[in-house]
């Protein structure tokens, strides 16, 4: 059979960047170890390139593959890791879906209190209507009580959100050492350690739907409330 070729080794240092598939089978050797290791004297079997913008590869890839001669073979870490490339961008879209359903509960808690405070309020609402206050200018006032509940309850959301995003490897590792627990076991997922990239795109946008939902659910109760009719509401008063 084939043997294997064998060669002693100095570890000088380990490393670990919390990817397991690194972590627990990547060596970094010398250029000229290495070489005498697979008997490719002087020469090196490929060339890896780091790039500022790692959502560039696939295009440098693509320009490579055409400006190299025969021979030579291409890739990026989207084909390496394309699963799990794929998995990563159809858990974000899942996670941005699960963001707006609980944005949609949150706006219907809203609708939900805008209404019973109309039913509180008729009485209130039938006086200043008899008082001479337009059906619009009693819309703006529920329309702009939800806006303001909307958007202090986006503002703490975002704010907390954002806090939690840039401390999220250092309450990670706190909670896992208070409980005693390890979420993400390297054995089982790609990753021991849940990184984070603040996005201030998806910030900007996920912030932007609330606000905007958070507005949407003011309408129907503000429309209500327009619709009062004075001689109904204060009836038995």
């Known amino acids: 059979g084939i043997i294997p070729r064998l060669k002693r080794f100095t570890v000088v240092g380990v490393f670990e960047v919390g990817m397991y598939e690194y972590d627990s089978a990547l060596a970094l050797l010398h250029l000229r170890d290495a070489a005498k290791?697979?008997?490719?004297?002087g020469e090196a079997?490929?060339?890896?390139?780091?790039?500022?913008d790692l959502f560039q590869a696939p295009l440098l890839?693509?320009?490579?593959?055409?400006?190299?001669?025969?021979g030579y073979l291409v890739s990026d870490w989207t084909r390496r890791h394309a699963n799990f490339f794929r998995a990563v961008r159809t858990e974000k879209t899942v996670m941005f879906v699960?963001?707006?359903l609980i944005v949609a509960v949150?706006?219907?808690?809203?609708v939900s209190?805008?209404?019973m405070t109309v039913r509180d309020k008729e009485a209130d609402i039938a006086i200043l209507r008899t008082l001479g206050a337009k059906p619009r200018s009693i819309m703006a006032i529920f329309i702009v009580q939800g806006a303001l509940i909307g958007l202090v309850g986006t503002l703490l959301g975002g704010v907390g959100g954002?806090?939690?995003a840039l401390n999220v490897e250092t309450i990670v590792p706190a909670l896992e050492q208070a409980f005693g627990?390890?979420?993400?076991?390297?054995?089982?997922?790609?990753?021991?350690?849940?990184?984070?990239?603040?996005?201030?795109?998806?910030?900007?946008?996920?912030c932007s739907v609330s606000l905007l939902v958070s507005l949407l659910a003011t309408l129907y109760p503000a429309w209500r409330a327009a619709r009062t009719q004075p001689a109904e509401a204060l009836r038995y008063e």
């Open 113 to 115: 209190t805008l209404v």
């Open 45 to 52: 079997s490929g060339v890896r390139l780091k790039l500022d």
């Open 162 to 164: 954002v806090a939690l």
């Open 61 to 70: 890839a693509k320009t490579l593959i055409k400006d190299l001669p025969a």
């Open 181 to 206: 627990v390890h979420f993400l076991p390297p054995d089982i997922y790609y990753i021991s350690d849940l990184p984070s990239d603040l996005q201030r795109a998806d910030v900007v946008r996920i």
């Open 106 to 110: 949150a706006a219907f808690n809203i």
């Open 37 to 41: 290791l697979f008997r490719l004297p």
């Open 98 to 100: 699960i963001l707006m």
